[in-house]
């Protein structure tokens, strides 16, 4: 099993819609989370952190489920500017773990 | 002016040749690490560092090395390119503890 593994891509939605990744961590140590957003190959950006059992930031929601050793990033009333591909990171030892990415296309 | 900075931005190299990618830093982050990024299989740790003197090996690191020349700077180096590394390499940096990660620009390179 991976140590960080997203939901495959990609996700095709209209705007306006609600739309969920998950992510899966194999580490039941994990104490913090983060979802980064990457634009066409562009450097990575801090979205959410995540460090007890959820955050919000206006649309956008990210819960941590530690029984399931997950956590999902809720997007509601997408934008077209949403469309990016979003990458779950999860400290372990002092590295930062990436998963392989979801790729959103929000569509007019 | 960038927080971390990558040079170059872009290399094409020809197999067999040694190149140096540069990262530095202004954020006096004391970690620093180098990525690589393939389509479909996101961001891969090549190498890490806490510290000028503590370095360490990431799941990928064959083929490759690193120097930390100071706090702010760590290189990357590739002794002999093959094409199997042509891929986006990011340097990223962070503080201590579990803190978000800041990111270069990326340094394209082509191994041809």
Known sequence: RKEVEQDPGPFNVPEGATVAFNCTYSNSASQSFFWYRQDCRKEPKLL???????NEDGRFTAQLNRASQYISLLIRDSKLSDSATYLCVVPQGGKLIFGQGTELSVKP | DADVTQTPRNRITKTGKRIMLECSQTKGHDRMYWYRQDPGLGLRLIYYSFDVKDINKGE?????????????????????????????????????????????????????
């Open chain 1, 48 to 54: 959410m952190s995540v460090y007890s059992s959820g």
């Open chain 2, 60 to 112: 990928i690191s064959d083929g490759y090395s690193v120097s930390r020349q100071a706090q702010a700077k760590f290189s990357l180096s590739l002794e002999s390119a093959i094409p199997n590394q042509t891929a986006l390499y990011f340097c990223a940096t962070s503080g201590s503890g579990t803190t978000e990660a800041f990111f270069g620009q990326g340094t394209r390179l082509t191994v041809v």
